[in-house]
């Protein structure tokens, strides 16, 4: 299978042979599910925390005498029941969120989603990615000119998640320029997880020839 490279400024530059086994792998939900969620786990700081009945001071004697006097009866102003007493089932810091996903499992998920934004044409291959200068006018500009890539019109007025740009080599003006856009996000080609592609709708990969043989180095 082939696809077009294009250049900067949104024109067709070449192509690029593509193996099946990065972009044409078969959807599967289950596996992007699971690996998604996973991943998600994996990123809780798991800081929020309470205290429980036994944790909080206070309530050493019973608060008044159990019959009597009119009211409900109480053991302590511990119970969860009364302000300031413990929390029933709350979260607490010494819970590990984490979930164990093997390299091949995480890898197929990102060639799954990499596939289908190929085949809905919401991938695209660019020879390079490179800024002038690292300021906000220049990302602009860039960002404009790859919106006439044929399908990618979108993304010179899409507001929210509209591109992530996967690098090969690092670019420090593009790196400053692109992070002035909070609806979008430049990261490495060799770190690039299915969290980033299933966020965006739409993706670049810079440097095709070298990309391609980073994501290839993944399967082993």
């Not at 192509?15 to 044409?24: K, R, T, Y």
């Not at 798991?46 to 009945?53: E, F, I, S």
């Not at 490495?188 to 670049?204: A, E, F």
Request: aromatic fraction near 6%; glycine fraction near 10%.
């Amino acid at each position: 299978m082939e696809a077009k490279i294009y250049n900067q400024t949104g024109k067709k530059v070449g192509s690029i042979a593509l193996p099946e086994g990065v972009f044409g792998v078969k959807r599967n939900d289950r596996l992007l599910h699971q690996v998604a969620v996973s991943m998600q786990s994996n990123m809780r700081a798991g800081t929020a925390h309470t205290k429980g009945r036994g944790d909080v001071s206070g309530g050493g004697r019973k608060p008044w005498r159990q019959k009597g006097t009119g009211r409900a009866r109480h053991g302590s102003i511990r119970s969860p029941i009364w302000k300031g007493g413990g929390v029933t089932h709350g979260p607490t810091s010494d819970k590990n969120y984490g979930k164990k996903i093997n390299k091949k499992m995480r890898a197929k998920a990102l060639f799954t989603v990499l596939s289908q934004k190929l085949k809905e044409e919401e991938l695209f291959f660019v020879d390079a990615i490179s800024l002038s200068e690292p300021k906000a006018k220049s990302a602009k500009s860039a960002i404009l000119d790859l919106a006439k890539i044929p399908g990618a019109e979108k993304l010179a007025t899409r507001k929210r998640n509209a591109l992530f740009v996967a690098v090969s080599k690092k670019d420090e003006n593009a790196e400053r320029g692109f992070q002035n856009f909070s609806n979008m996000d430049l990261g490495d080609v060799r770190s690039m997880n299915v969290l980033d592609v299933l966020k965006y709708k739409y993706v670049i990969i810079s440097n095709p020839e070298e990309s391609v043989k980073a994501l290839l180095g993944r399967i082993k």
